[in-house]
């Protein structure tokens, strides 16, 4: 099996020790093997969120829950972290668009933007820009027909090209913020200590 192993897109995966040690972590916590939503939220130490914010963890849950049966099995589990922690900037880009497509309808639109970057700011405390100015800066920079909707290919072409605005979608749209505030301290401890492998 050898300590990594890389797979489609280039990326490499999580080294096979380390996934046995995730693995134990994840059935001791989970024993049946599958984490409820209620569950994810204990342990992210996201509870008694306000009505947005929860939807927007609620659409992190469902884009890891790849198989859509309401569950997170270990395999989906690892696939998310893998992606969180050592994904290339193009599939975290795809991940985001997804994440953020709140509708599903292929496009992201200003006001899903909006509601998604305030959100965003609310949950990891990132502060650079206002969410007006967010917005209104991704759809100038990138909208490039104007539409005032933002396609997949829109979207990672063009900020792949605007390395400021690489550098403020990374920093201000990346889940693992959110998992590197619990990891320090700043939530709830659930006992699980299972993000703390990152």
Known sequence: MGNSKSI???????????????????????????QTLHEFKTLLGLQGLNQKANQHVDQVYNTFDMNKDGFIDFVE????????????MDQKLKWYFKLYDADGNGSIDKKELLNIFMTVQNLNGQQTLSPEEFTNLVFHNIDINHDGELTLEEFINGT???????????????????LKVICNGKQPDTGGGFLQAM
């Open 77 to 88: 589990f690892i696939a998310a972290v893998n992606l969180v922690v050592r994904g290339k």
């Open 160 to 178: 792949e090209k605007d390395q400021d605005l690489l550098e403020i979608v990374s920093k201000s749209f990346d889940f693992s913020n959110v």
């Open 8 to 34: 489609a897109g280039g990326q490499t995966t999580i080294p096979a020790k380390e996934t046995y040690v995730w693995y134990r972590k994840f059935m001791m916590e989970y024993p049946s093997g599958l």
